[in-house]
Every structure is written in structure tokens, then in C-alpha cells.
């Protein structure tokens, strides 16, 4: 019923949320090889210059991502995937270093940053009592993506080459993807029934601005949280190259690792949206961290490529919290009024973990400290930093019970 009823606009964010792939880092790392062959660039300036352009992104996604708040989904996403497909077109054309930077800052803009961000603000604003499910239904098309473009992608590199698989992906953003999207959304959604298309107020009965909640205490102590997926999921995928060679693995006896990432961020997504719905966002927090941190330890000491399916497996159950729980702990807390500019704020934050993972670990490399030593860090720091994550849950909880007439039913 819940989708029939609501397929058109599911089917937007869906949409969103797949195409992001275009900018996301597993999909540019499938051109890392070539890329540094062609500019003549090293682990650490390959991640230096990706660094870069991905804090230029999110410095500009910050400045930007209110939009979402001010102009009709209708209208903003169309342009964006304009912008989107141009970026492509400079990956294809590039001759120089400074031409794929800049390529590559509007990519990041356009696929980590807008497209996502886009996705989420528009269920998070679009639906309240069921927010959980459509969230997780909409963030099905990151999993879609991370299991379709890849063999499309490797296929078509080995047919037309690395340049004319990025002009293939500009044809496709302008030819197919911004008329569906145009088709979706020409209709602004102004739904009825009970807990949708309404304003929500979040804590303390309050329409919360950025500026206001960025002094509340709440996104302070989200910093780490929010930055540790996002870095430890980007840093795996940028040198699954390193990590082939260091452990002997082939890219192809890797390739399963793709699908048991999908499989898992899709089960978790949709597990962390009933919860989410059912016990209250917060509580997703006190979990949130621990698969990620044995999945990343375990890339240290396995030697067979079934241990890297495994590992990937449980990063991926990280991600698909991760996806459920932002989408609706933002509107939970801070109100739906402001959504967009919250959000850009959140994933401003986001972006730039995935910005200062590749930088610093390819500096690392370039140093002599592989990535799989890195490895055992970076699950030490997630297993840490759930003990914080229990705190948060614990005083968070007891301000949405003060602010909640029926303690036992969490917004």
C-alpha cells in the first residue's frame, strides 16, 4: 500500500540515489589505474589532488545545499545533472591535471554532495510517520548502483577505453537521466494523509535553523560519527588497487566483494529503517560503528580474497545504517522547516571525510605503511568511538522524552 500509493516520488529519490554513483569513490577508482598512467601521478598525489577537489566540493556544498530548501526539487535537480554530466565530459577530455581537478571537484559536487543530499532532503521533508521506510527504500539505489555500473563500467572500458566510457556517462545524464527526472518531478509533491506533506517540529517544539543547530550540542558530538563512515568507506574502495597488490588478490577475485557490500548495505538499510521508525533513530547509534570496525580490522591479517567479502560485508552494514539513520535523525531532531540547509551541513561533513581519507592514507602508502597496517587503526578508533555513541543515545533519548507527552512513543 505504503509504496503503491507513493511509487512516483520513491522512485525519484531511487533514481537520485543510483545516479550518484557517477561521483562516488568506488566509481572514479575504477579509472585510478589509468588515470595515474596518463597524468603520471603517484598513490599520494592521485589522493592528494582527489583530496582537494573533494574539500572544494564540500566548501561549496556547504554554501549551496540550502537550495534544496528554496528551489522545487523540479526545477534544482534537472540543473544539477546538466552540471553533473559536464563534469564527465571534462573526465573525458582532460589533458592536463588541472582540467581533471576540476573535472573532478564537480563530480564530487555533484554525485557525493547534491545528487545524495537532494534524495534525502526530499523524503526526509516528504514523509513523517513512515520516514524510516522511505528512506530506505529511496537509499536503495546506492547499493543498485555498487552492483550495476561497476561491470557496465569495467565493460565499457575495455571496449571504447577510459575516456569514451566518461563521455558514454555524459550522453547518459543528459539523453536519459535529466528528461526521467524532469518526468518524476514535474509535479511538485503536495501529499495528504496522516504524517505527510506537514511541517515537522523537531526538539523542543522548534523549526531549527543551521546556525541554531549547529551550536546545539548534538551535531558537536555527531562530528566523529558522522566523518568515520565516510572516511573508512571511501579509503577501502580508493586503494583496493594497493590492497590487490599487497595481498596478492586479482581486481576480478575481488569483484564479489561488490555484491556482498550491496547485499548487506541493503538488508541493514532496511533493518535500520523499521528500528528507526519502530524505537526511535537514536538508538541505531549505540550499533552503528561496531560492523565497520570489524570489517576494517579484518583487512589486516586475511590472506585468502574470501576474507575481503567478508570485511566488505560488514563495512557495508555500517553504510546502510548510515544511510537510514541520517535520514531520519535530522528531521527527528532539528525539524523538516530548515531540512536542507541542516542537511547540507551534515553532508558538507560527510564529503569531507571522504575528502582527507584519500590524502592522508595515500601519504601513508607513499611512506611505506600499507593500507592493510592501517586497517587494524581505523577498527581500533571505530570500536572507541562507540562508547560515545551510547553517551549521545542516552542524552538524546531523555530530550526527546522531556519534549514527548508519551515517553514511550518516540517521534
Same mark, same amino acid.
Given at each position: 500500500?505504503?509504496?503503491?500509493?507513493?511509487?512516483?516520488?520513491?522512485?525519484?529519490?531511487? *533514481?537520485?540515489?543510483?545516479?550518484?554513483?557517477? +561521483?562516488?569513490?568506488?566509481?572514479?577508482?575504477?579509472? #585510478?589505474?589509468? =588515470?595515474?598512467? /596518463?597524468?603520471g601521478?603517484?598513490?599520494?598525489?592521485?589522493?592528494?589532488?582527489?583530496?582537494?577537489?573533494?574539500?572544494?566540493?564540500?566548501?561549496?556544498?556547504?554554501?549551496?545545499?540550502?537550495?534544496?530548501d528554496? =528551489?522545487?526539487?523540479?526545477? @534544482? !535537480?534537472?540543473?544539477?545533472?546538466?552540471?553533473? #554530466?559536464?563534469?564527465?565530459?571534462?573526465?573525458? @577530455? !582532460?589533458?592536463s591535471?588541472?582540467?581533471?581537478? &576540476?573535472?573532478?571537484?564537480?563530480?564530487?559536487?555533484?554525485?557525493?554532495?547534491?545528487?545524495?543530499?537532494?534524495?534525502?532532503?526530499?523524503?526526509?521533508?516528504?514523509?513523517?510517520?513512515?520516514? +524510516?521506510?522511505a528512506?530506505?527504500?529511496?537509499?536503495?539505489?546506492?547499493?543498485?548502483? /555498487?552492483?550495476?555500473?561497476?561491470?557496465?563500467?569495467v565493460?565499457?572500458?575495455?571496449?571504447? +577505453?577510459?575516456?569514451?566510457?566518461?563521455?558514454? %556517462?555524459?550522453?547518459?545524464?543528459?539523453?536519459?537521466?535529466?528528461?526521467l527526472?524532469?518526468?518524476?518531478?514535474?509535479?511538485?509533491?503536495?501529499?495528504?494523509?496522516?504524517?505527510?506533506?506537514?511541517?515537522?517540529?523537531?526538539?523542543?517544539?522548534?523549526?531549527?535553523?543551521?546556525?541554531?543547530?549547529?551550536?546545539?550540542?548534538?551535531?558537536?558530538?555527531?562530528?566523529?560519527?558522522?566523518?568515520?563512515?565516510?572516511?573508512?568507506?571511501?579509503? %577501502?574502495?580508493?586503494?583496493?588497487?594497493?590492497?590487490?597488490e599487497?595481498?596478492?588478490?586479482?581486481?576480478? #577475485?575481488? #569483484?564479489?566483494?561488490?555484491?556482498?557490500?550491496?547485499?548487506?548495505?541493503?538488508?541493514?538499510?532496511?533493518?535500520?529503517?523499521?528500528?528507526?521508525?519502530?524505537?526511535?533513530a537514536?538508538?541505531?547509534? $549505540?550499533?552503528?560503528?561496531?560492523?565497520?570496525?570489524?570489517?576494517?580490522? @579484518?583487512?589486516?591479517?586475511? /590472506?585468502?580474497?574470501?576474507?575481503?567479502?567478508? !570485511?566488505?560485508?560488514?563495512?557495508?552494514?555500517?553504510?546502510?545504517?548510515?544511510? !537510514?539513520?541520517?535520514?531520519?535523525?535530522?528531521? *527527528?531532531?532539528?525539524?523538516t522547516?530548515? *531540512?536542507?540547509?541542516?542537511?547540507?551541513?551534515?553532508?558538507?561533513? =560527510?564529503?569531507?571525510?571522504?575528502? =582527507?581519507?584519500?590524502?592522508?592514507?595515500? %601519504?601513508?602508502?607513499?611512506?611505506?605503511?600499507?593500507?592493510?597496517?592501517?586497517?587494524? %587503526?581505523?577498527?581500533?578508533?571505530? &570500536?572507541?568511538?562507540? &562508547?560515545?555513541? &551510547?553517551?549521545i543515545?542516552?542524552?538524546? $533519548?531523555? /530530550?526527546?522524552?522531556?519534549?514527548?507527552?508519551?515517553?514511550?512513543?518516540?517521534?
Open positions: 500500500m505504503f509504496l503503491r500509493h507513493n511509487l512516483r516520488w520513491l522512485s525519484a529519490g531511487f *533514481l537520485l540515489t543510483f545516479v550518484s554513483a557517477f +561521483g562516488q569513490t568506488w566509481f572514479i577508482s575504477l579509472f #585510478a589505474g589509468a =588515470i595515474k598512467a /596518463e597524468h601521478l603517484t598513490d599520494g598525489s592521485w589522493g592528494s589532488l582527489y583530496t582537494i577537489a573533494t574539500l572544494s566540493a564540500a566548501a561549496l556544498m556547504f554554501w549551496r545545499g540550502s537550495l534544496a528554496t =528551489i522545487a526539487l523540479s526545477r @534544482l !535537480a534537472p540543473a544539477v545533472t546538466g552540471l553533473f #554530466a559536464l563534469a564527465a565530459l571534462g573526465m573525458a @577530455l !582532460a589533458q591535471v588541472w582540467v581533471l581537478g &576540476i573535472a573532478l571537484f564537480l563530480l564530487r559536487f555533484c554525485g557525493q554532495g547534491m545528487f545524495s543530499h537532494m534524495a534525502m532532503t526530499a523524503m526526509g521533508r516528504w514523509f513523517d510517520a513512515q520516514r +524510516g521506510k528512506v530506505s527504500i529511496a537509499n536503495l539505489g546506492h547499493p543498485a548502483g /555498487e552492483v550495476i555500473v561497476p561491470v557496465l563500467t565493460l565499457g572500458i575495455a571496449v571504447m +577505453g577510459w575516456r569514451l566510457s566518461w563521455a558514454g %556517462v555524459a550522453l547518459v545524464l543528459v539523453l536519459a537521466v535529466a528528461p527526472i524532469w518526468v518524476l518531478l514535474r509535479n511538485d509533491r503536495t501529499p495528504s494523509g496522516q504524517g505527510q506533506g506537514k511541517l515537522t517540529t523537531g526538539l523542543r517544539g522548534r523549526h531549527w535553523t543551521r546556525q541554531a543547530a549547529a551550536r546545539h550540542w548534538l551535531l558537536p558530538a555527531l562530528l566523529p560519527v558522522l566523518l568515520t563512515p565516510g572516511f573508512i568507506g571511501t579509503v %577501502v574502495f580508493f586503494h583496493q588497487v594497493h590492497i590487490s599487497v595481498k596478492g588478490w586479482t581486481l576480478t #577475485a575481488m #569483484a564479489p566483494g561488490y555484491s556482498a557490500f550491496a547485499t548487506t548495505t541493503v538488508v541493514a538499510a532496511f533493518l535500520a529503517g523499521w528500528a528507526a521508525d519502530r524505537f526511535g537514536q538508538r541505531l547509534l $549505540t550499533v552503528l560503528l561496531l560492523p565497520m570496525g570489524i570489517g576494517v580490522a @579484518l583487512i589486516g591479517p586475511v /590472506e585468502q580474497v574470501a576474507g575481503w567479502y567478508v !570485511a566488505l560485508g560488514f563495512i557495508g552494514m555500517t553504510q546502510g545504517t548510515a544511510s !537510514a539513520l541520517w535520514g531520519v535523525l535530522l528531521p *527527528l531532531a532539528y525539524g522547516r530548515h *531540512l536542507g540547509a541542516i542537511r547540507s551541513l551534515a553532508t558538507t561533513i =560527510i564529503v569531507i571525510s571522504t575528502a =582527507i581519507g584519500p590524502g592522508i592514507t595515500g %601519504v601513508l602508502i607513499d611512506r611505506g605503511i600499507e593500507f592493510p597496517a592501517q586497517s587494524l %587503526v581505523m577498527g581500533g578508533w571505530c &570500536i572507541l568511538l562507540m &562508547i560515545g555513541c &551510547i553517551m543515545d542516552r542524552h538524546l $533519548t531523555r /530530550e526527546l522524552k522531556a519534549d514527548d507527552p508519551q515517553p514511550d512513543m518516540l517521534r
